[in-house]
Nanobody, 129 residues
Framework: QVQLLESGGGLVQAGASLRLSCAASGRSTFSKYAVGWFRQAPGKEREFVAAMLWSERGTYYADSVNGRFTISRDNAKYSVFLQMNSLKPEDTAVYYC?????????????????????WGQGTQVTVSS
């Protein structure tokens, strides 16, 4: 069973940066997983933020964060990161780390929440204006 633990959230002012981290427990096959980030703002549905597939198959971003956020991974440390720059108040949300093993469903529709199987508990990011 994969367990994911996010960290790095906090309260920042607009224009600031934050780096989220996600540690995955006990998966020697980590490099064969797609990894991603979703977020959920108060009163809204969870939405796709960014994803990185296995074996350098591609990196994807939501239009709202493209150019400001960068997803990365360290396969040796079973970790995923989300570098968030130029933060805006509308980025305020709980951010969730997610993983899925080499899934054709993720390959076809990376932004669909139901295609991802493993989820962390989330970390709160609050951006003040």
């Amino acid at each position: 069973q994969v367990q994911l633990l996010e960290s790095g959230g906090g309260l920042v002012q607009a224009g600031a940066s934050l780096r989220l981290s996600c540690a995955a427990s006990g998966r020697s096959t980590f490099s064969k997983y797609a990894v991603g980030w979703f977020r959920q703002a108060p009163g809204k549905e969870r939405e796709f933020v960014a994803a990185m597939l296995w074996s350098e198959r591609g990196t994807y971003y939501a239009d709202s964060v493209n150019g400001r956020f960068t997803i990365s991974r360290d396969n040796a440390k079973y970790s995923v990161f989300l570098q968030m720059n130029s933060l805006k108040p509308e980025d305020t949300a709980v951010y969730y780390c997610t993983m899925e093993f080499r899934s054709s469903a993720v390959l076809v529709a990376v932004a669909k929440e139901e295609n991802w199987g493993y989820w962390g508990q989330g970390t709160q990011v609050t951006v003040s204006s």
